[in-house]
């Protein structure tokens, strides 16, 4: 929390002076402003009551698939997001297997009939996942049809197999989640 809430920081500080607001309370988890009835607040998914009792217009979940009070959490969150204009909610998170809230609302969320949305936004789009190549570097079988299939460079194959090797133990699986 600390950690994400000192963006929130450090994006208030640079923001140019003519859009900075003045601050009217400023802690360790929130950051409310003065004369326009806004504030910024973060919360962990470790807390039942995240998001009851207010009144949310943009909400952001981080790695919701891992929340261990998930269905608390929601009932508190989805209850203070309207269903008005301007308001938004993204819930994102890398995969944890099947059957869990994460997992039910990306389903869900391919249906038309749903109010979600969801998204794939797969490594290969982020510049920043990218290793030089050596010179001599030699795909694999496996690695050439994923260049060629998701149109992918050396250098994405190189960091992707570097990724797999040094973080991943080599267990392509856990990469992929």
Request: charged share 25%; glycine share 8%; aromatic share 12%.
């Amino acid at each position: 929390t600390k950690a994400l809430f000192k963006k929130v920081g450090a994006f208030y500080d640079n923001c140019p002076e003519v859009m900075r607001p003045p601050v009217k309370v400023s802690s360790q988890r929130n950051l409310a402003f003065d004369g326009i009835g806004s504030e910024y607040s973060i919360g962990t998914a470790g807390s039942e009551d995240v998001g009851r009792g207010t009144t949310i217009q943009c909400f952001h979940g981080s790695e919701t698939a891992f929340w261990p009070n998930s269905d608390e959490i929601m009932g508190g969150v989805l209850q203070g997001v309207a269903d008005v204009p301007d308001t938004e909610i993204v819930f994102e998170s890398t995969a944890n297997g099947l059957g869990n809230l994460f997992h039910h609302m990306a389903l869900e969320g391919l249906s038309p009939e749903s109010s979600f949305i969801t998204i794939f936004t797969p490594w290969w789009w982020q510049d920043e996942y990218r290793t030089e190549a050596p010179a001599d570097f030699c795909m694999t079988e496996e690695e050439a049809k994923l260049a060629e299939l998701y149109k992918l460079d050396d250098d994405q194959i190189f960091w992707r197999r570097r990724k797999i090797r040094d973080e991943f133990k080599g267990n392509v699986r856990n990469f992929q989640r």
